[in-house]
């Protein structure tokens, strides 16, 4: 892109090639010399043949030695090198490895130099660079070009070739960093390549015969020719004709800055200042190179005026009230003015930012501040002022905190009886059971023992009855007795354990006395066993 500055004409997909903008090949007029060779594809050493070819077409002396390789003895040039001799102060090279005798008293022995390095010998310049490497060379003519991956051989018979330098153009070096001077964010890297030349005085003046830009992605660079601008895209780039200058780095990508204003005066006098952020982005560079060096600097003054207009119709009592003028202020009465504030603000930057190529996407005010005197003595009333609320509010905070604690401590002791009660009505509903289960279990008791009781004395009837009944079955008087004898033997039984016994004389009735004697022998005997038994079981109940 190229931009008139007289006119701010912009023109697209201009054609600059030829006039010293990224020219990094050897220009034709050089190719055309004589005693110039380049290296591209070859090696030095094909390239020094070339030459001496073209020497010995002129007429001229050879530069390559013609002495043969000895087995023995002499000078050794090794593999990759370059033997040199001097040979009545123009160069005479060896290029084949291997050992030399130098017999002749012309030839002067100069040491060895390798291939791959610059050299620049009695009139004889010769250099090579790689990939990322770029030759700058001062021609017999004193115009420069510079030479990226690759080289040339040449003598210096009707003018000397100078390598002025060889520069790395993937790192110009931190020191060639250019840097934003409102951001301090690197635009790029530019370094320049000077070359020393003798005025008449004998003065030696440095002057600036190449420059060499970087340029990072997002970011353009800006030079002058005459009274045009040109925009170059992100890469590597070099200028080499002098009516190229060099404008500025700019970058394209999105910028925030935060700045005070200068202050600004309410209706009643009161000086404010406000911290500002700014939003904003280049999609132009070439409308502002015409007048800025970068974007904050053509948009500063703009916002300082917008914010003068509209401070100048606030008074203070309502600026004051309105710490954020951003439009997150929970008044709604002065929402209106902030609003239209802000839409303010952004319609006059966006105006005038266009005519530099600038977009603003945001302008905020984030806080403010008085100046002078008085704005400090109204300064202090309002810090005063807010200090009063803000202890109003601690005050106010606090005592909702105790009332919140009062009422919790209330909810626990109301939960604390609550749980007391029931515990309470828990306890009084188990006794209750417990007792309904007591009272069921001895009713339970009495009607079992009674029962036991009703059937034991049925058992005992029965058997009483029973022996009754076997009782009186008996016919036999000796079996009567002997029941009779039994009787009294329990009743015996009954007696304490000292009781004495002693046995009648009467007779039983329907028995002989026979019997009754056996009778009451047999009686007697079993009486004194069992209670002779029951006094070793213990005392008769």
């Known amino acids: 892109m190229v931009v008139d500055t007289k006119t701010g004409h912009v023109t697209h997909h201009v054609d600059v090639d030829g006039d010293g903008t990224d020219d990094w090949s050897v220009p034709p007029a050089v190719k055309d010399h004589p005693y110039f060779v380049e290296v591209q594809d070859g090696s030095i050493v094909e390239a020094l043949k070339t030459l001496n070819e073209k020497l010995k077409a002129k007429g001229m002396k050879h530069i390559i030695s013609c002495k043969p390789v000895r087995e023995l003895f002499g000078t050794c040039v090794e593999a990759g090198q370059l033997g040199l001799y001097e040979y009545n102060g123009r160069p005479v090279l060896a290029i084949n490895p291997g050992r030399y005798w130098n017999m002749s008293i012309y030839h002067e022995w100069r040491g060895t130099h390798s291939i791959s390095d610059q050299l620049e010998f009695l009139g004889l310049t010769m250099a090579q660079v790689g990939q990322g490497e770029c030759l700058v060379v001062q021609a017999p003519n004193n115009n420069v070009f510079c030479i990226r991956n690759g080289g040339f051989v040449a003598y210096g018979f009707d003018g000397r070739f100078r390598i002025l330098a060889v520069i790395d153009t993937l790192n110009l070096g931190d020191d060639a960093a250019i840097r934003e001077q409102s951001t301090n964010i690197v635009l790029g890297w530019k370094k320049e390549v000077k070359s020393n030349c003798q005025t008449a005085t004998g003065q030696w003046v440095s002057v600036t015969v190449a420059t060499f830009f970087n340029v990072p992605a997002n970011n353009v660079l800006i030079v002058q020719q005459g009274d045009k601008l040109l925009q170059l895209p992100a890469g590597q780039h070099v200028v080499t004709n002098p009516n190229t200058t060099y404008r500025g780095f700019f970058s394209l990508a999105e910028r925030q800055k935060t ?101 603003v996407e945001s302008f905020t005010v984030l806080d403010r501040s008085l100046e002078g005197e008085l704005g400090l003595d109204l300064q202090r009333q309002a810090d005063s002022v807010l200090q009063n609320q803000i202890r109003s509010t601690q005050i106010a905070l606090e005592n909702s905190i105790k009332i919140t604690a009062e009422k919790g401590k209330l909810a626990v002791a109301e939960v604390e009886a609550q749980q007391k009660r029931t515990r309470t009505d828990a306890d009084y509903y188990e006794s209750v059971k417990k007792a309904q289960a007591e009272t069921e279990a001895s009713a339970m008791r009495a009607r079992q023992e009674a029962e036991n009781i009703r059937l034991l004395a049925d058992a ?65 005997a079993l009486g004194v066993g069992l209670a002779a038994a029951g006094t070793q079981k213990g005392p008769a109940v």
């Open 259 to 359: 700045f005070k204003t200068k202050p600004s005066y309410t209706v009643e006098g009161v000086p404010v200042v406000l911290n500002v952020n700014l939003r904003y982005r280049l999609s132009e560079p070439l409308l502002l190179a015409r007048h800025y060096n970068e974007p904050f600097a053509a948009l500063e003054n703009p916002a300082q005026a917008v914010v003068n207009s509209v401070v100048s119709r606030l008074s203070y009592s309502q600026f004051m009230r309105a710490k954020n003028l951003a439009g997150d202020v929970p008044d709604v009465e002065h929402v209106s003015w902030l609003e239209q504030f802000k839409q303010e603000c952004m319609d006059e930057l966006t105006k005038q930012a266009k005519c530099y190529g600038v977009i």
């Open 460 to 524: 005992k009837a029965k058997e009483i009855q029973l022996l009754s009944g076997a009782y009186r079955d008996i016919k036999d008087p000796a079996a009567l007795e002997i029941m009779l004898a039994e009787l009294d033997v329990k009743k015996t039984k009954a007696l304490p354990a000292q009781t004495v016994y002693f046995s009648g004389s009467g007779r039983s009735r329907g028995g002989s006395g026979v019997e009754q004697s056996y009778v009451q022998g047999y009686g007697t």
